[in-house]
């Protein structure tokens, strides 16, 4: 087989999880020709999708140093980096990304995921709204962006993100069950077991609404129909 061939059969076999076969396609390539930087990339993807982060470090490491201006190869070493618990080199891959691709959306997120993990909570809001202006129905930067507002206690501007997730989903339970619990600290109840009833219509299984539900009938005086829920919250754990 010719080089391009073995690596479209490794990439195949890669994406059905058969990883040993993948590599040794990649490794047969990299015999005709070791400076391939499409080679090395995907031999380094299917190392980390095979759960060995040391030899896909090592083969993103190989490729940036073919190409540095592959922004995918900083983008998944910095996600390599953040496997072996390395967050701060790996916030520097993103900013190498975003320098070579200003409108990476997946690396302005994830850059926002590692310095909120650092505890750097402005700097992630920050990253995240990067992210949004450049797509807005970027829905895991909208659900991760109200997660920190609401744990400063912004509780509306959370309930704000919810409402622009589920603009782009309405069938995304968890954006219906946080914007209940938002709206449960705002002291709204009856809008609150509105989003429970919708969250649960999705998903009649989540414990957690069914209890959260009967919390906020049970602070409006509704204490037969609080119990009911619990009781279902029970029987699911």
């Given at each position: 087989l010719r080089p391009w061939e073995l690596v479209n059969k490794g990439i195949s076999l890669s994406n059905l999880g058969i990883f040993d076969e993948a590599i040794n396609c990649f490794n047969n390539a990299l015999e005709i020709d070791s400076k391939d930087a499409l080679?090395?990339?995907n031999k380094g993807e299917t190392y980390r999708k095979r759960g060995k982060p040391q030899e896909a470090l090592f083969c993103f490491e190989r490729t940036i140093e073919i190409e540095p201006s592959n922004e995918m190869a900083w983008?998944?070493?910095?996600?390599?980096?953040?496997?072996?618990?390395k967050d701060q080199d790996e916030i520097t891959c993103y900013d190498k990304a975003?320098?070579?691709?200003?409108?990476?959306?997946d690396a302005w997120f994830n850059k926002g995921v590692a310095l909120n993990d650092s505890g750097m909570i402005q700097d992630a809001i920050i990253c995240y709204d990067t992210a949004l202006n450049i797509n807005p129905k970027y829905k895991k930067a909208w659900k991760n962006r109200g997660t920190i507002l609401a744990g400063l206690g912004h509780w509306q501007e959370a309930v704000k993100c919810c409402d622009k997730v589920i603009e782009v989903d309405s069938e995304d339970k968890d954006a219906w069950y946080d914007k209940g619990i938002y709206l449960d600290r705002l002291n709204k109840y009856e809008e609150a077991i509105s989003c429970f009833d919708i969250a649960l219509k999705l998903d009649d299984r989540d414990s957690e609404a069914w209890n959260n539900?009967?919390?906020a009938l049970s602070t409006i005086g509704k204490h037969r129909e609080a119990i009911s829920c619990y009781g279902k919250s029970l029987e699911i754990n």
């Open positions: 080679v090395w990339y983008f998944n070493k910095g996600r390599t980096l953040n496997d072996l618990g975003i320098k070579i691709n200003p409108n990476f959306t539900k009967g919390a």
